[in-house]
């Protein structure tokens, strides 16, 4: 056996050290080095040697193995983010912050899964059977063909997988997991790396799909499920406001399917709803039009959504002005901001700016640009926009509009939803549709211009 070397840990980042010290190089967090001892080899490491070094041609697996055999949950919205069903032997991640709903959202996925025909294993190293037998049955789920084990040691969890051969695995939570080969405290980055690698090769070895649920935490404290992203086949956050009931399942990544695409739910009193259409949902708090307030015609993974911005500006008390952003990119929000000023003249200096993602949405999409410009300017102006009015488009660092993908399908949901106007970026291909009308515009002057004569 190699000699031992000692190796010192990040438990907030994952980054591997030969020496200690009070600093990680890799994330700059404080006093979070600790020493561990490497893994020893498992069992999963012999049984990986009987396929090692075979080779295939690739041709005789794309017609038989492809595409992955998928089983439909029945939950669309679920489905949806798995790229269309759960793929055979995938290996997914499940992060969150602690009290989201993640037990809840597997716990009926498990019934769901088990009803569909699957044998389903529920292992949780949280709650006792009793408790999730007291969840399931506020669900409504006390029937389902589910079976539990209460388990934190892992080796006791394989060898109960092995023996029962599930088509899906679920363990809540990868950080209760605890593998007795690595010398570390359950939860720390060693253990969860080992307890995420072990359940993953027995995925791929026994054809069992694994779920496997990770707290994310603010404070690095409890390793995050960072270090385990790129082991997994796909990983899904489970994402909402304390305040609202709405929850979104988003895929950031997938083998299988899509990344980007999200499955909207509501948290009841008895457990997780499916919300069909999100764009209805989430702009069903918005009043009469208001100063301040855009709805952003967006795109998450493969279907339209619809949502409302609203801004807020005001003078400011402070020598350094407030940008609050909740629901995008703070750095974007700076960047608009001065291409207004740099480009068409209309400063923020001693304004505090507020920005806001209606219904606890978090967007990415850059085609957001025009209608957070637009949300500013609104605001700033104190002017409304025109009443039924969505609005999308690139804003580039020379004030310029870029068309975006999919425009088409932008305008088609907002159509549904009873908006009757459109105002979009020059170019890309698409025309206006019946009872729709499509303003288009070239550059960020000429929409200030149009739209708030300034
Ligand atoms: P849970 O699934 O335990 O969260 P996690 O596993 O991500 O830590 O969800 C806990 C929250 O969900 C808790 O605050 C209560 C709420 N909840 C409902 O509102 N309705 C329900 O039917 C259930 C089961 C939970
Ligand atoms: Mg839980």
Redesign the pocket.
Known sequence: MAKQIARYVCQSCGAVTTKWSGRCDGCGEWNSIVEETPLSAGPSSKSLGAVRGKKIPLSTLSSKEAPPPRTISGMGELDRVLGGGLVEASAILVG????????????QAAAQFANAGLKVIYASG?EASAQVRM?AQ??GLADAPVMLAAETNLRDILTTLEAEKPDLAIV??IQTMWADNVDSAPGSVSQVRAAAHELTTFAKRMGTAVVM?G?VTKDGQIAGPRVVEHMVDTVLY?EGERGH?FRILRAVKNRFGPADEIGVFE??????AEVGNPSALFLSERGAPSPGSVVFAGIEGTRPVLCELQALVAPTPHAQPRRTVVGWDGGRLAMILAVLEARCGIPFAGLDVYLNVAGGMKISEPAADLAVAAALLSAREDTALPAETVVFGEISLSGALRPVSQAENRLKEAQKLGFTAAIAPQGGKISATDGMSLTQMGDLTSFVGDIFGA
């Open positions: 969150g912050d602690p009290g989201i709903g993640k037990s809840t959202l597997l716990l949280e969840r506020r669900l809540d939570s649920v707290h489970f009931q948290m009841t009193g008895a457990g997780l």
